[in-house]
Protein backbone atom coordinates (compact mmCIF):
# COMPACT_ATOMS: atom_id res chain seq x y z
CA UNK A 1 0.00 0.00 0.00
CA UNK A 2 0.78 3.80 -0.07
CA UNK A 3 0.90 6.62 2.62
CA UNK A 4 1.45 10.06 2.16
CA UNK A 5 2.27 12.71 5.00
CA UNK A 6 2.19 16.73 4.47
CA UNK A 7 1.38 19.43 6.36
CA UNK A 8 -2.11 20.20 6.98
CA UNK A 9 -1.98 24.07 7.10
CA UNK A 10 0.31 26.28 5.69
CA UNK A 11 0.30 30.48 5.57
CA UNK A 12 2.30 32.67 3.91
CA UNK A 13 2.39 36.34 2.21
CA UNK A 14 1.45 37.73 -1.03
CA UNK A 15 4.42 37.61 -3.24
CA UNK A 16 6.08 35.23 -0.87
CA UNK A 17 7.84 31.91 -1.41
CA UNK A 18 6.11 28.53 -0.28
CA UNK A 19 7.24 25.13 -0.33
CA UNK A 20 4.76 22.27 0.56
CA UNK A 21 6.56 19.36 1.44
CA UNK A 22 5.20 15.73 1.07
CA UNK A 23 6.82 12.38 2.08
CA UNK A 24 5.76 9.06 1.20
CA UNK A 25 6.21 5.01 1.93
CA UNK A 26 5.27 2.72 -0.87
CA UNK A 27 5.65 -0.02 -2.87
CA UNK A 28 5.75 0.01 -6.37
CA UNK A 29 6.31 3.55 -6.41
CA UNK A 30 6.12 4.98 -10.02
CA UNK A 31 5.98 8.99 -9.73
CA UNK A 32 4.81 11.79 -7.34
CA UNK A 33 1.78 14.25 -8.55
CA UNK A 34 0.49 17.77 -7.28
CA UNK A 35 -2.69 18.86 -7.71
CA UNK A 36 -4.84 22.25 -6.61
CA UNK A 37 -7.90 22.06 -5.39
CA UNK A 38 -10.08 25.75 -4.57
CA UNK A 39 -13.15 25.64 -2.18
CA UNK A 40 -16.04 24.17 -4.03
CA UNK A 41 -13.87 23.03 -7.09
CA UNK A 42 -12.59 20.01 -8.71
CA UNK A 43 -9.09 18.83 -8.32
CA UNK A 44 -6.50 20.05 -10.88
CA UNK A 45 -2.92 18.66 -12.22
CA UNK A 46 -0.48 21.00 -11.41
CA UNK A 47 3.10 19.30 -12.11
CA UNK A 48 4.37 15.32 -12.05
CA UNK A 49 7.86 13.98 -11.14
CA UNK A 50 9.32 10.55 -12.01
CA UNK A 51 12.72 11.27 -12.14
CA UNK A 52 14.90 13.05 -9.48
CA UNK A 53 15.08 16.53 -9.94
CA UNK A 54 13.00 19.51 -10.31
CA UNK A 55 10.26 20.69 -13.05
CA UNK A 56 9.80 23.89 -13.07
CA UNK A 57 6.23 25.30 -14.79
CA UNK A 58 5.66 29.19 -14.69
CA UNK A 59 5.49 29.81 -10.74
CA UNK A 60 5.62 26.36 -9.37
CA UNK A 61 8.13 23.87 -9.26
CA UNK A 62 8.31 20.15 -8.18
CA UNK A 63 11.23 18.42 -6.67
CA UNK A 64 11.25 14.78 -6.28
CA UNK A 65 14.03 12.92 -4.32
CA UNK A 66 13.44 8.66 -4.96
CA UNK A 67 16.15 7.67 -2.29
CA UNK A 68 14.60 9.80 0.20
CA UNK A 69 11.20 9.40 -0.53
CA UNK A 70 10.56 12.72 -0.55
CA UNK A 71 8.94 15.64 -2.48
CA UNK A 72 7.84 19.21 -2.69
CA UNK A 73 5.94 21.87 -4.52
CA UNK A 74 7.51 25.06 -4.32
CA UNK A 75 5.14 28.04 -5.37
CA UNK A 76 6.80 31.57 -6.18
CA UNK A 77 5.78 34.81 -6.47
CA UNK A 78 2.59 33.79 -4.11
CA UNK A 79 -0.60 35.54 -5.40
CA UNK A 80 -4.26 35.77 -3.25
CA UNK A 81 -5.82 33.32 -5.83
CA UNK A 82 -3.06 30.63 -5.11
CA UNK A 83 -5.76 30.05 -1.65
CA UNK A 84 -6.33 26.35 -1.97
CA UNK A 85 -5.51 22.88 -1.10
CA UNK A 86 -2.44 21.06 -2.72
CA UNK A 87 -2.81 17.12 -2.77
CA UNK A 88 0.06 15.34 -3.22
CA UNK A 89 -0.33 11.98 -5.01
CA UNK A 90 1.59 8.36 -5.70
CA UNK A 91 1.39 6.71 -8.56
CA UNK A 92 2.13 3.05 -8.16
CA UNK A 93 1.48 0.18 -10.37
CA UNK A 94 0.30 -3.17 -9.65
CA UNK A 95 0.03 -6.10 -12.46
CA UNK A 96 -3.07 -4.53 -14.60
CA UNK A 97 -2.59 -0.29 -14.32
CA UNK A 98 -1.56 2.31 -12.34
CA UNK A 99 -3.21 4.32 -9.57
CA UNK A 100 -2.79 7.05 -7.32
CA UNK A 101 -3.03 7.66 -3.74
CA UNK A 102 -3.53 11.09 -2.54
CA UNK A 103 -2.27 12.61 0.83
CA UNK A 104 -4.88 14.49 3.18
CA UNK A 105 -4.00 17.72 1.38
CA UNK A 106 -2.50 21.28 2.78
CA UNK A 107 -4.69 24.25 2.77
CA UNK A 108 -2.42 27.18 1.78
CA UNK A 109 -3.70 30.68 2.86
CA UNK A 110 -1.89 33.39 1.14
CA UNK A 111 -2.46 36.89 3.42
CA UNK A 112 -2.08 40.37 1.52
CA UNK B 1 -11.30 20.79 -24.15
CA UNK B 2 -10.92 17.97 -21.52
CA UNK B 3 -13.95 17.29 -20.00
CA UNK B 4 -15.28 15.09 -17.44
CA UNK B 5 -19.13 15.32 -16.39
CA UNK B 6 -21.16 13.47 -13.34
CA UNK B 7 -24.66 13.30 -13.58
CA UNK B 8 -25.54 15.58 -10.47
CA UNK B 9 -24.28 18.17 -8.66
CA UNK B 10 -26.30 17.41 -5.35
CA UNK B 11 -28.25 14.27 -4.25
CA UNK B 12 -30.49 13.42 -1.25
CA UNK B 13 -31.04 10.23 -0.41
CA UNK B 14 -32.54 8.03 2.31
CA UNK B 15 -30.75 5.18 4.18
CA UNK B 16 -31.19 1.37 2.27
CA UNK B 17 -32.05 3.36 -1.05
CA UNK B 18 -30.00 2.30 -4.14
CA UNK B 19 -28.18 5.09 -5.35
CA UNK B 20 -26.35 5.50 -9.26
CA UNK B 21 -23.96 7.70 -9.33
CA UNK B 22 -22.53 8.14 -13.49
CA UNK B 23 -19.16 9.60 -14.91
CA UNK B 24 -18.85 10.60 -18.50
CA UNK B 25 -15.27 11.49 -20.04
CA UNK B 26 -14.87 12.72 -23.84
CA UNK B 27 -11.32 12.26 -24.08
CA UNK B 28 -11.25 8.71 -24.89
CA UNK B 29 -9.13 7.54 -22.16
CA UNK B 30 -8.77 4.08 -20.76
CA UNK B 31 -8.57 4.63 -16.84
CA UNK B 32 -11.24 5.85 -14.69
CA UNK B 33 -11.52 6.25 -11.45
CA UNK B 34 -13.98 6.95 -8.08
CA UNK B 35 -13.03 8.90 -5.14
CA UNK B 36 -14.63 9.95 -2.50
CA UNK B 37 -13.79 12.97 -0.44
CA UNK B 38 -14.17 13.85 3.30
CA UNK B 39 -12.88 17.12 5.22
CA UNK B 40 -9.32 16.41 6.24
CA UNK B 41 -9.11 12.59 4.58
CA UNK B 42 -8.15 14.12 1.34
CA UNK B 43 -9.13 12.18 -1.92
CA UNK B 44 -9.85 8.21 -1.26
CA UNK B 45 -10.43 5.97 -3.83
CA UNK B 46 -13.09 3.50 -3.87
CA UNK B 47 -13.04 2.11 -7.34
CA UNK B 48 -10.74 2.50 -10.11
CA UNK B 49 -11.13 1.12 -13.78
CA UNK B 50 -8.42 0.55 -16.82
CA UNK B 51 -10.80 -0.83 -19.87
CA UNK B 52 -14.06 -1.63 -20.71
CA UNK B 53 -15.69 -4.02 -17.92
CA UNK B 54 -12.36 -4.22 -16.30
CA UNK B 55 -12.50 -2.79 -12.49
CA UNK B 56 -10.17 -2.76 -9.67
CA UNK B 57 -10.96 -2.18 -5.89
CA UNK B 58 -9.52 0.55 -4.21
CA UNK B 59 -8.57 1.31 -0.83
CA UNK B 60 -12.23 1.59 0.33
CA UNK B 61 -14.33 -0.53 -1.61
CA UNK B 62 -16.63 -2.01 1.09
CA UNK B 63 -20.28 -0.87 0.23
CA UNK B 64 -19.79 0.08 -2.90
CA UNK B 65 -19.64 -1.56 -6.82
CA UNK B 66 -19.29 -0.23 -9.85
CA UNK B 67 -19.80 -0.68 -13.87
CA UNK B 68 -17.97 -0.18 -17.00
CA UNK B 69 -19.88 -1.07 -20.11
CA UNK B 70 -18.54 1.54 -22.05
CA UNK B 71 -15.47 3.32 -22.50
CA UNK B 72 -16.46 6.37 -21.85
CA UNK B 73 -18.81 5.73 -18.68
CA UNK B 74 -18.47 5.01 -15.43
CA UNK B 75 -20.95 4.43 -12.87
CA UNK B 76 -20.08 4.28 -9.03
CA UNK B 77 -23.37 2.04 -7.17
CA UNK B 78 -24.22 2.39 -3.26
CA UNK B 79 -26.28 -1.00 -3.25
CA UNK B 80 -28.09 0.15 0.43
CA UNK B 81 -26.80 3.43 1.14
CA UNK B 82 -26.07 4.53 4.96
CA UNK B 83 -25.67 7.74 6.54
CA UNK B 84 -22.00 7.02 6.54
CA UNK B 85 -21.73 7.49 3.07
CA UNK B 86 -22.56 11.01 2.81
CA UNK B 87 -19.79 12.56 1.48
CA UNK B 88 -18.49 14.33 -1.94
CA UNK B 89 -17.71 11.93 -4.89
CA UNK B 90 -15.04 12.65 -7.56
CA UNK B 91 -14.87 10.86 -10.28
CA UNK B 92 -11.75 11.41 -12.61
CA UNK B 93 -10.43 9.81 -15.81
CA UNK B 94 -6.69 9.79 -17.45
CA UNK B 95 -4.85 8.08 -20.14
CA UNK B 96 -1.90 5.63 -19.32
CA UNK B 97 1.64 7.03 -20.13
CA UNK B 98 4.60 6.09 -18.15
CA UNK B 99 5.69 9.42 -18.41
CA UNK B 100 3.10 11.52 -16.74
CA UNK B 101 -0.07 10.46 -14.36
CA UNK B 102 -2.65 13.75 -15.33
CA UNK B 103 -5.82 12.80 -13.73
CA UNK B 104 -8.78 15.06 -15.12
CA UNK B 105 -11.89 15.88 -12.55
CA UNK B 106 -15.21 15.88 -12.96
CA UNK B 107 -16.77 18.48 -11.33
CA UNK B 108 -18.20 16.08 -8.34
CA UNK B 109 -21.43 15.27 -6.80
CA UNK B 110 -22.44 16.11 -2.99
CA UNK B 111 -24.13 13.14 -1.83
CA UNK B 112 -26.26 13.21 1.25
CA UNK B 113 -28.00 10.10 2.83
CA UNK B 114 -30.60 10.66 5.94
Request: hydrophobic share 30%.
Amino acid sequence: GQSLEQPSEVTAVEGAIVQINCTYQTSGFYGLSWYQQHDGGAPTFLSYNALDGLEETGRFSSFLSRSDSYGYLLLQELQMKDSASYFCAGLAYNTNAGKSTFGDGTTLTVKP
Amino acid sequence: DVKVTQSSRYLVKRTGEKVFLECVQDMDHENMFWYRQDPGLGLRLIYFSYDVKMKEKGDIPEGYSVSREKKERFSLILESASTNQTSMYLCASSFPQGSTDTQYFGPGTRLTVL
